[in-house]
Structure formats: structure tokens, C-alpha cells
């Protein structure tokens, strides 16, 4: 329920919201939540790419010269290399039908 995060976010600030703020607001929260139901929407081969993006950062770490940081991708670039790979996988696995 949007209303209830805009609750959320007048308590916290103490403060009304504009309507304005309330449509970018809004937009933001579905932009997120669609993506979460498409994250939700597991194909074949999702568990693995996930397993694959894991061990590209454990690479990644392995390769810093400073070894008490570990390399994460953002959310965003998560999701969007997830997309990718996913879109490579059932691409491949159509053409070989």
C-alpha cells in the first residue's frame, strides 16, 4: 500500500508530503517492486547465474591489493548482468531447440 509508505516517510521526517514528492515517490517504489517481481519470476539457469555472479566478485576480491575489502556489484549491475546472462541463456537454449 503506497499510502502507508508515504505514512512511513511523513512520521520519520515530520513532515507532509507534496503531491509532486508523492509521484516521485511513487514511480520509484514500482520501479523497485516490478523488479522484484521479476526477480521473483525465476527461468532456468537462475540459481547458476546468480552462482556465477558470486564467484565473479570472489574473483574480483581475490585480485585487490587491499584484502580486507571484498568487491560487490551494485544492485543495479546485478540485476542488470542477471538480465543479461539470462537473455544469452534462453537465447542459446532457443536456437538449439
Known sequence: DIHE???IIE???K???S???KNDIESIVRMETSNLINHLNIS???SNIQNIIEQIE???SSRMKDKSKSFKFTESNR???KELL???LNTRNNGQK
Do not use: M
Open 19 to 21: 503531491t509532486e514528492a
Open 86 to 88: 539470462k537473455r544469452f
Open 5 to 7: 509508505i508515504y505514512r
Open 15 to 17: 513532515i507532509k508530503l
Open 44 to 46: 532456468h539457469g537462475s
Open 11 to 13: 512520521k520519520g521526517l
Open 79 to 81: 540485476y542488470r548482468l
Open 58 to 60: 570472489k574473483y574480483i
